[in-house]
């Protein structure tokens, strides 16, 4: 029996071992992953969605409360159990910190706190929620809070294929827009500045060292810009990026960014500039073409549903049309179905797919 089980055990690494290779000469805008959209966010709480329900003819259909009702798992469960490899955080700036601490929507609410207890609220730094005042629930109240736990399943799974972090600097919110709600105590978003992006650098940099980030920098590989790399060698190879983390900005103010000579970040750009990595396409529907031809410069992220709309309908057009257009990322809600309105989920057989 022993003389059986060595041979196979061998023959078993060695193919494990040119799986491995084979894996690592795929370049890295070969492959699509799926990404959750605003991935620390939880559900509003039911007596938000009712207030807001009651005013939705003023609130005009771009703010339909049915469009907020949704909310996501903790990032572990998200990587482990659904494969997810792309999160979505919205960086509200609080430098003084406090500006945050409070969530005016329940004060007209019975029975619904108003201030958040937790002291990180009342410290400085980047806060993580959706809609100030109104759409506030989430996993991870801070920045930190969030890195920090996709950096520790990362450790525990040190071989995984990179996860995309899309930051998106936010730059406004309901008070930005109406005075009466300023009135009611609503807070304003506060817009990004040069300082600012030093200190997300600086957030970002306390949670992961250089060698766990794939930066701009690793990219061009001694070349003068992205898109001379992408000529002359090609995307990097899969081998290259395991085990990190990939950020890409996008959002208020990000041009002051783009001038940073050593950022740790990407950005979503245009073919014109050269040192475009990354395409946003949020709507591929009718432009599935464009889209594909575009996948082989540079990796598109896209998304397969919007505002719940596709899980109420089980409406699977979208997705389709993600699929067809050979997007490397696609963002969704609903890697987990949500029961209430249909049986409507999506994903890969496995962790990632191969571009076509």
Known sequence: ????????????????????????SIRLNDIRIIASHNSYKKKPHPKVLKFLSKFQDKLGEQN?????????????????????????????????????????????????????????MKSPGFKLLHISDVDFETNYLTLIDGLQAIKEWSQKNANHIPIFINIEAKGSHPADESKTLRNLGFKKCIPFDT?????????????????????????????????????????????????????????NNQHIYRSFK????????????????????????????????????????????????????HDFSMWNSALKSNAQIISTDYYKADERWSGYKVGFNNVFKIRN
């Open 64 to 120: 339909n409360p049915k469009f907020i009702d949704y909310g996501h798992l903790p990032f572990e469960e998200q990587f482990t159990d659904y494969g997810v490899r792309g999160v979505e955080l919205d960086v509200n700036y609080d430098p003084k910190g406090g500006h945050y601490r409070r969530r005016r929507v329940n004060l007209f609410l019975f029975g619904q706190k108003q201030r958040v207890k937790d002291r990180s």
């Open 1 to 24: 029996m022993r003389n059986t089980i060595l041979p196979l055990l061998f023959l078993l690494s060695i193919s494990v071992f040119r799986a491995q290779k084979n894996m690592d």
């Open 195 to 251: 300082i600012a992006y030093q200190k997300l650098e600086s957030e970002i940099a306390a949670v992961f060292s250089p060698n766990d980030i794939y930066k701009p920098s690793d990219f061009k590989s001694g070349y003068a810009s992205i898109s001379e790399r992408v000529e002359n060698m090609g995307w990097p190879f899969l081998s290259e990026c395991r085990g990190k983390v990939v950020f890409i900005l996008e959002g």
């Open 262 to 313: 050593q950022p740790l970040m990407f950005y979503y750009g245009e073919p014109n500039d050269v040192n475009t990595a990354f395409l946003l396409r949020n709507h591929s529907m009718g432009i599935e073409s464009s889209i594909s031809e575009q996948s082989a410069k540079y990796v598109i992220r896209t998304r397969s549903d919007a505002g719940t709309i596709q899980s109420r309908d």
